[in-house]
């Protein structure tokens, strides 16, 4: 009972948290077609899951189209998604296309193959949605993959840049959403077992995984075990940009910045946020030895002040 207690919670909370980003950021309006792409990994089964749980209640009507696309890779199971979805009931549409071989002929032995691998596939995909009439196409991306992009820019590619939940497609001809923006992985793995879908590894083209995003995961999970919180602060500073406290002169007139004589919330004290320590007043008995000390704290008191 208290396992059905929880499922059903973790049920609701991915309903709401998916519901709230569509609302968010306008995600799906009225007589959309959503293509949604099921890789037949846990996120993208939990993404449609979710989404047809939110279609059968939503107060817009909106229509969606499974597309999977076999890629030909070696020991690939495709009977696994069309009975998945025949079962359903959902409209879909499977998508063979040999990027395989294009991969192996031009990534080098050893080499992670998962860059080209995924430039070919969103091509394909772009190309299926207009011959299918989609007016958004919907992605698997959660909250962790959307931080871990963050961190990766900042580290590997010198820019401040993350995922967006929603944006326009390489060749401006799409709209890409990513309704699971909210909700963090482990929700989506507790869920994948819960539903038990019927997951296809994606290791089966042998190739390594990106290791550069393997150890950025595993340090937001390391920082999230050891400080909880941190990483749902993280996501929610991506929410509350302040371009005055940056460095890019794009977004912010650094070079015509001049003194006005009036307060402003976003000046120095802006660094000051936390809270100063209480420091309790000295006892009789210690005024008399502990006047300097005494001293000390006022100046530091005052000169902390806001």
């Known amino acids: 009972m208290n396992t059905e207690h929880e499922n059903h919670k973790l049920e609701k909370r991915l309903c709401r948290e998916v519901g709230r980003a569509i609302v968010d950021y306008n995600m799906i309006e009225e007589g959309d077609r959503v293509m949604v792409c099921l890789s037949g990994g846990k ?23 499974v597309v999977n696309l076999d890629q030909k890779q070696p020991g690939f199971p495709a009977d696994i998604l069309p009975a998945y979805l025949t079962k359903l009931g959902v409209k879909f549409h499977i998508e063979n296309q040999d990027t395989y071989s294009i991969v192996k002929r031009v990534i080098p032995e050893g080499k992670t193959m998962c860059s080209l691998c995924s430039r070919l596939r969103r091509g394909i995909l772009y190309r ?22 963050l961190l990766l820019n900042m580290f590997f590619g010198a820019k401040l840049k993350g995922m967006p939940p929603k944006l326009v497609s390489d060749d401006g001809q799409h ?55 941190r990483v749902e602060n993280m ?22 910045i001049r003194a006005t004589g009036e307060a402003s919330e976003d000046g120095d ?5 936390e809270p100063l320590p209480v420091v309790a007043p000295p006892s009789p008995e210690e005024s008399d030895t502990a006047g300097n000390a005494s001293s000390a704290r006022t100046v530091i008191s005052i000169s902390t002040a806001h």
């Open 43 to 65: 996120d993208s089964y939990a993404m449609l899951d979710i989404l047809q749980k939110l279609q059968a209640r939503a107060p817009i009507s909106f229509e969606m189209i």
């Open 128 to 149: 299926v949605a207009s011959e299918l009439g989609a007016t958004k196409i919907a992605l698997g991306h959660h909250r962790d993959d959307i931080l871990q992009t």
């Open 175 to 229: 709209v890409v959403i990513r309704p699971m923006a909210y909700v963090a992985e482990k929700d989506l793995t507790r869920w994948a077992e819960v539903r038990e879908f019927p997951i296809i590894p994606c290791t089966l083209c042998g190739s390594q995984e990106n290791l550069q995003r393997k150890q950025v995961g595993l340090m937001l999970k390391d920082w999230e075990k050891r400080f909880p919180g």
């Open 235 to 256: 996501f929610s500073a991506l929410q509350n940009i302040v371009p005055s406290h940056l460095m890019d002169r794009s977004l912010f007139p650094f070079q015509t």
């Open 269 to 273: 004290k802006a660094f000051d946020d």
